[in-house]
């Protein structure tokens, strides 16, 4: 549905964000939120709702970094959320982890090492085509099969 768009929106994304590493995270995010929506309807115009959705990211983004610059350090010293997580929260997020490591392992190594290059070590697209030996385009199709695949199986699992 969306999937034909990733590339023009990334350059969209870029002019607006001045990076192209940006503009591919809010990308990624994008196509997050819109294959996550739990309302089975179709989407009308589904490139204008992607574009709103990275739109919407963009301005969340903007308002957080402006949050961030404005707010001591001090505040999270002081916040005892941020000093250790609720046993409860770290016995689910540690089967959470099980559970991606496990739609993890379901993907092609290519299409893994593609999304594990982007997401944990926060490669460029060209960077992971170059290290792989893959184009960039595949690896963009990589990313995003791996994120809809991880999607799909987790929430398969979690119901």
Not at 25 to 46: F, K, M, N, S
Not at 77 to 88: G, I, K, L
Not at 111 to 130: N, T, V
């Amino acid at each position: 549905m969306v999937e034909h768009y990733y590339r023009e929106l990334v350059n969209f994304l870029s002019a607006r964000l001045g990076s192209r590493q940006a503009a591919e995270d809010v990308a990624h995010d994008a196509y997050l939120r819109v294959l996550e929506r739990t309302t089975g309807e179709q989407i009308e115009h589904p490139r204008a709702f992607l574009y709103r959705t990275a739109l919407n990211l963009v301005v969340d983004r903007h308002r957080r970094h402006l949050v961030r610059q404005t707010e001591p350090l001090e505040v999270l010293d002081q916040d005892e959320r941020w000093h250790s997580p609720a046993p409860v929260q770290g016995m689910q997020l540690d089967q959470r982890l099980a559970l991606m490591q496990l739609a993890l392992d379901e993907l092609s190594a290519p299409c893994r090492e593609s999304f594990l290059l982007r997401k944990l070590d926060g490669l460029s697209h060209g960077q992971i085509a170059e290290r792989l030996g893959i184009s960039r385009s595949l690896v963009e199709k990589h990313i995003v099969n791996a994120m809809k695949h991880c999607r799909v199986r987790m929430r398969h699992w979690e119901s």
